[in-house]
Nanobody, 116 residues
C-alpha cells in the first residue's frame, strides 16, 4: 500500500504561481513513476506531468514551459511548480504513484482555482 498526501492548492490570479506538493508513504520502493493528473468540472481526468525515478519527465502539451515537476527520492516527495497560470488550469489536481507490481495509487486531490 502507498499513501499520498497533497498540499498547496488554492486560489490564484491569472498569471500567478502555485506549488503543489505530495508526500508518499508506505511501500515506496515499489513505485517507479510519480506525477500529477487534474480533473476540471465536466471533463475527464488528464495527465499533467509525471516523473520517473530516473528523473525523466513527461508533460501535457498544455502545460509545457509553464509547469515543472520535480521529485526527491530520498524524501519520497513530488512537487509541481505551476507558473503563468490560466483560468483553464482550474481543476482538482491529484497526485499519483505507479509501480508495475503494485499498480496506481491516488491522493485525495487538491483544488486549484485560477480566477481574478
Amino acid at each position: 500500500q502507498v499513501q499520498l498526501v497533497e498540499s498547496g492548492g488554492g486560489l490564484v490570479q491569472p498569471g500567478g504561481s502555485l506549488i503543489l506538493s505530495c508526500a508518499a508513504s508506505g511501500s515506496i520502493s515499489s513505485i517507479s513513476v510519480m506525477g500529477w493528473y487534474r480533473q476540471a468540472p465536466g471533463k475527464e481526468r488528464e495527465l499533467v506531468a509525471q516523473i520517473a525515478r530516473s528523473g525523466s519527465t513527461n508533460y501535457a502539451d498544455s502545460v509545457k514551459g509553464r509547469f515543472t515537476i520535480s521529485r526527491d527520492n530520498a524524501k519520497n516527495t513530488v512537487s509541481l511548480q505551476m507558473n503563468s497560470l490560466k483560468s483553464e488550469d482550474t481543476a482538482v489536481y491529484y497526485c499519483t504513484a505507479y509501480g508495475d507490481v503494485v499498480g496506481r495509487y491516488w491522493g485525495q486531490g487538491t483544488q486549484v482555482t485560477v480566477s481574478s
